[in-house]
């Protein structure tokens, strides 16, 4: 039972481009949704998070758009760059639970 | 900052052979989690840690235990190393009542 889905699986765009990344979550005990960035050869880390009480999150050229009665939430990078180029996973969580349940991740290509 | 190692970033080792990867974290952290990352399945939790000699099973433990007998270490072992086992193995460590996970740079073990 999955219960974080991310889609693309994959993602190529332009520089400049805006990237679009999407989950859907089933668990409505989930109060927490953070986006993680993994470049090859590192650990994934923290980009920026979101909680339910919330629609909108922007940090920079990053945006966490979150819709609580479709169960869904993207990530959206403005003006993509190369250095973007990264493994992107979404996650949900129960801050009681201490654990995070994974979407599969989601390759960004960004081309000069 | 938040510092989690991992014991070897590459490992080689041979079918039946048994197999330890050790993951240590600086920050007094109360949870660790062991995850494995394959292409296409995302971060599938293995086992966690919420408290030194604790442990809960996670979504796939089957051919794996675990070990934490310092607060700071938490160690995956394969008892019988199989080629399906070949992965990149991730740790990551969360302080309780928190939402973020730091993980350390991955193991990437193949099995022959």
């Known amino acids: 039972q999955q219960q974080v889905k991310q889609s693309p699986q994959s993602l190529i765009v332009q520089k400049g481009g805006i990237s679009i990344i999407n989950c859907a979550y089933e668990?409505?005990?989930?109060?927490?949704f953070p986006w993680y960035q993994q470049f090859p050869g590192k650990g994934p880390a923290l980009l920026i998070a979101i909680r339910p009480d919330v629609s909108e999150k922007k940090e920079g050229r990053f945006t966490i758009s979150f819709n609580k009665s479709a169960k869904q939430f993207s990530l959206h990078i403005m003006d993509s760059q190369p250095g973007d180029s990264a493994t992107y996973f979404c996650?949900?969580?129960?801050?009681?639970?201490?654990?995070?349940?994974f979407g599969d991740g989601t390759t960004l290509t960004v081309k000069p | 900052d938040v510092k989690v190692t991992q014991s070897s970033r590459y490992l080689v080792k041979r079918t039946g052979e048994k197999v330890f990867l050790e993951c240590v974290q600086d920050m007094d952290h109360e949870n660790m989690f062991w995850y494995r990352q394959d292409p296409g399945l995302g971060l599938r939790l293995i086992y966690f840690?919420?408290?030194?000699?604790?442990?809960e099973k996670g979504d796939i433990p089957e051919g794996y235990s675990v070990s934490r007998e310092k607060k700071e270490r938490f160690s995956l072992i394969l008892e019988s190393a199989s080629t399906n086992q070949t992965s990149m193995y991730l740790c990551?460590?969360?302080?309780?009542?928190?939402?973020?996970?730091?993980f350390g740079p991955g193991t990437r073990l193949t099995v022959l």
């Open positions: 668990n409505t005990a989930f109060d927490y």
């Open positions: 840690s919420y408290d030194v000699k604790m442990k």
């Open positions: 996650a949900a969580s129960n801050t009681n639970a201490g654990k995070s349940t």
């Open positions: 990551a460590s969360l302080r309780r009542n928190t939402d973020t996970q730091y």
